[in-house]
């Protein structure tokens, strides 16, 4: 049984940083690529970043340079630090399985808002 619980949301101004952290239960952990994904208000959910089991990372081009994702595989927990923030940053933010598997419909959390103010 996988269970997703996301944590370290917030109210920032913009410019300002948060760490995100996504605590993982389950046994496949290890096995998995991962990623965060974040969902705006009247917007579509969207990848933000993904990582591999090895530590490969990717992001979307409007965090790359600001946002860094990070595993702990004995910790079974997945982070995302986000720095520089902007308002169009704002969102609900969700872990889940990433790579060309994920994410699956069935892991989603709850999500942690993040909410960046001018």
């Known amino acids: 049984q996988v269970q997703l619980v996301e944590s370290g949301g917030g109210l920032v101004q913009a410019g300002g940083s948060l760490r995100l952290s996504c605590a993982f239960s389950?046994?496949?952990?290890?096995?998995?690529?991962m990623g965060w994904y974040r969902q705006a208000p009247g917007k579509q959910r969207e990848l933000v970043a993904g990582?591999?089991?090895?530590?490969?990372?990717n992001y979307a081009d409007s965090v790359k340079g600001r946002f860094t994702i990070s595993r702990d595989n004995v910790k079974k927990t997945v982070y995302l630090q986000m720095n520089s923030l902007r308002p169009e940053d704002t969102a609900v933010y969700y872990c889940?399985?990433?790579?060309?598997?994920?994410?699956?419909?069935?892991?989603w959390g709850q999500g942690t808002q993040v909410t960046v103010s001018s």
């Open positions: 389950g046994s496949i952990f290890s096995i998995k690529p």
């Open positions: 990582i591999t089991v090895g530590g490969s990372t």
């Open positions: 889940n399985i990433g790579g060309p598997m994920g994410p699956v419909a069935r892991y």
